[in-house]
């Protein structure tokens, strides 16, 4: 089944979140916006659910918290118990204060890093995938909206997304 | 139509002036338990004498065995109690006096850095540092007696005790009562005049049809910073540090800072949200709450950041002069030590983590209040382990001190609030502060 989508391209950032805002009222269905760089409050215009990476970002430095602290007591206090500076490591609580920074590091370490790979794997990325983007000038200087058809007339919608200030409006057959 | 605003702000600020009124009348009330609290010392000392005299087992209080003279003891434990009133009087003032000081930072900070979110809450945050001033009055009587013998919460200003002490002696040139009080005056006189000149000029910017006097503020606010990290630094160190004179840390100043301006923004969150849910404050949305939240929430970890560096460094070095500090506070004020932690660093950091719960007045007015009492304890610990030792207890004249400077900086604050239009109008940025949201 060959899906239609319609390509509006913008030159402005204010006048596509006007466009997009407009669209969305009159019920036609965005399937999706290139923009060159991130355009502010673009996603809650666009009515995309808020992200819940945030809350992944939170459980990944629990995990790093819990593997540094299980991997310094076996390290520090199991396995090998060592005399630095008159502190012999007999027990984890006493030996808190040094073990902090190393916790707080890999707390940040595990929420970073598994953050991006999560994003990555979200938004299907990966290392040589080909680009999706539609339109090699939204790298640079230009806006682009793509809106799916659907059942509407070609002719209203593209009357109506030029009303809205699109600079181009291209059908596409995808 | 600025009459009409003040005229308004006035009718409702008569109603909470009069219950600080009130508060104030309680503190006061209690401040003559604080004599009583000096008059049942003066028993104990009795008791103490009378132990001495019957050479009876020494109290629970004489627990140390290592004292061998148990006169001397009793002498001692008298010098902490009666300090006792006299740190829980200094620890309050200070604590509030601390609030309108960072406040001032705070607004200087964002003139320097001509921020575009803040203007709508200049008036209240040029309340809040409205109490700078009766605040760093009370504080320099405070020094003033220490200066003059009438309390003892400094021992270096002791002669006797500079007399037998070499460390004390080689700081002397520092550490002495005409310098002291000099410093003093100078940090004092140099915030108030700062603050004056800040206030005046984002008042009469008001009223003008040009942008000179907030170039001035500009230029100002700029100046204030400079001058105000060195000096309080050095007030730090002179306030609070020379407590335990035989102590030293070199980030102190940056503690106590952070502190200061944790409790500031707190503050400063509080009485905005406060006016809001009356009713003012009309261009204050929940994008200004939700900064102000992202400001204590930062700063705490801050403040928790150096905390730990402090100790940390310290507790592994485990340097005899350096790790009694510690030792004294971890021994003898273990909860308040330890429970200071959890409420100004994992409390904070859990309730304001979310971003949606920065945005809930009620979320962000709860967290205020714990981090406002974690910092007053933190200022109790940085005070009370040096001036009273184990004879440390939250009673009367704690709270009483807490509820008189408590009931006069809001008083002072709220009467400040009345007396100008709750907008800086003409600020270049009050637009998009306006306009501000997140």
């Known amino acids: ?174 | 139509m600025i009459v009409g605003a003040i005229g308004l702000i006035y009718g409702f600020l008569s109603a909470p002036s009069s219950i600080e009124d009130v508060k104030e009348i309680i503190a006061s009330h209690e401040a003559h338990g604080e004599g009583h609290a000096e008059a049942e010392q003066a028993t104990h000392h009795v008791e103490g004498t009378h132990a001495d005299e019957s050479h009876a087992p020494v109290k629970e209080a004489h627990g140390e065995a290592a004292h061998g003279d148990e006169d001397a003891h009793a002498e001692h434990l008298l010098h902490q109690l009666q300090n006792k009133p006299w740190a829980a009087t200094y620890v309050a003032a200070f604590f509030f006096f601390m609030i309108a000081l960072g406040a001032l930072a705070f607004y200087a900070i964002q003139y320097a850095a001509q921020a575009g979110w803040s203007p709508v809450l200049f008036r209240v945050m040029e309340a809040v540092t409205a109490y700078l001033l009766p605040g760093s009055i009370i504080m320099f009587i405070l020094l003033a007696l220490s200066g003059f013998h009438i309390n003892h919460l400094f021992i270096w200003m002791d002669p006797e005790v500079v007399a037998n002490d070499e460390l004390i002696q080689g700081k002397s040139s520092y550490l002495n009562v005409p310098f002291f009080l000099i410093r003093a005056a100078i940090y004092i006189a140099g915030w108030n005049i700062f603050r004056y000149f800040l206030r005046k000029n984002s008042l009469k910017h008001d009223e003008v049809d040009h942008n000179r006097f907030y170039k001035k503020s500009f230029k100002l606010s700029a100046g204030f910073l400079v001058f105000f990290i060195v000096t309080e630094s050095m007030m730090s160190w002179d306030w609070i540090m020379s407590l335990d004179p035989h102590w030293f840390s070199t980030l102190f100043g940056w503690y106590v800072f952070s502190s200061m301006f944790v409790s500031a923004i707190t503050v400063i969150a509080l009485v905005t949200m406060y006016l809001k849910s009356k009713g003012y404050l009309e261009y204050v949305n929940d994008s200004h709450i939700h900064d102000l939240a992202k400001f204590m929430f930062g700063i705490s970890i801050f403040w928790t950041y150096l905390w730990f560096s402090q100790f940390m460094l310290i507790w592994y070095s485990n340097i005899p002069e350096e790790v009694t500090y510690f030792i004294t506070r971890i021994e003898d004020y273990n909860l308040p030590f330890f429970g200071m932690v959890a409420l100004n660093f994992i409390f904070p950091v859990l309730m304001l983590m979310n971003s949606d719960y920065k945005r809930i007045n009620w979320f962000v007015v709860m967290t205020g209040i714990v981090i406002l009492f974690g910092h007053y304890l933190d200022i109790y610990n940085m005070v009370m382990p040096a001036t009273v030792g184990k004879s440390w207890f939250i009673g009367v004249p704690e709270i009483s001190a807490i509820l008189f400077f408590g009931g006069l900086f809001m008083f002072i604050v709220f009467n400040a609030l009345t007396k100008a239009p709750l907008l800086a109008k003409r600020n270049p940025f009050i637009k998009e502060s306006q306009h501000f949201h997140y």
């Open chain 1, 1 to 174: 089944m060959s899906s239609k989508v319609i390509h509006a391209i913008y030159t402005d950032d204010d006048l596509l979140m006007q466009a997009v805002k407009q669209t969305r009222e009159a019920n036609y269905h965005i399937e999706e916006v290139y923009t060159p760089f991130p355009v502010h409050g673009l996603d809650k215009a666009m009515g995309l659910a808020p992200t819940r990476l945030a809350i992944t970002s939170f459980l990944y430095g629990l995990v790093g918290l819990s593997v540094a602290i299980s991997m310094m007591n076996f390290i520090m206090i199991q396995d090998w118990p060592q005399d630095i500076g008159g502190k012999p490591s007999f027990s984890f609580l006493e030996n808190l204060p040094a073990f902090v920074p190393i916790m707080f590091e890999l707390t940040v370490f595990f929420a970073a890093h598994l953050m991006v790979i999560t994003f990555y794997m979200r938004s299907k990325l990966w290392p040589f995938k080909q680009a999706e983007n539609p339109d090699v000038r939204t790298t640079d200087d230009h806006f682009l909206m793509e809106v799916s058809v659907g059942k509407h007339n070609v002719k209203d919608m593209s009357k109506f997304l030029s009303d809205t200030g699109a600079l181009e409006v291209n059908l596409i057959n995808k």
